[in-house]
């Protein structure tokens, strides 16, 4: 059972934009927090942003000012809005939530590609 769908990647110039999105089960349980990472070829994977259940977010360094983590009011659905996309950028972006009891899930990845 597919309990994370991720949608939103694809192909873009630099300076871009592009929107994620990651919708959890209705059945998945008791959310703490949403996160997406990345991992570009080579390298490990690398949080980029988290949105916990109080609504506050953190960023890293490397994306702050330039991406934007959200959720939809029922807190079942993240979103990555991402924009000033640089080539760095590129990666498989995978949604990540931390459930009450069971842990942490993985979304199945959804590849960003940024040309120069």
């Known amino acids: 059972q597919v309990e994370l769908v991720e949608s939103g990647g694809g192909l873009v110039q630099a300076q871009g934009s592009l929107r994620l999105s990651c919708a959890a089960s209705r059945s998945i349980g008791s959310i703490n927090v949403m996160e997406w990472y990345r991992q570009a070829p080579g390298k490990q994977r690398q949080l980029v942003a988290s949105?916990?259940?109080?609504?506050?977010?953190t960023y890293a360094a490397s994306v702050r000012g330039r991406f934007a983590i959200s959720r939809d009011n029922a807190g079942n659905t993240v979103f990555l809005q991402m924009n000033s996309l640089k080539p760095e950028d590129t990666a498989v972006y995978y949604c990540s939530v931390v459930v009450t009891v069971r842990g942490r899930l993985w979304g199945q990845g959804t590849q960003v590609t940024v040309s120069s």
């Open positions: 949105i916990f259940s109080s609504g506050y977010t």
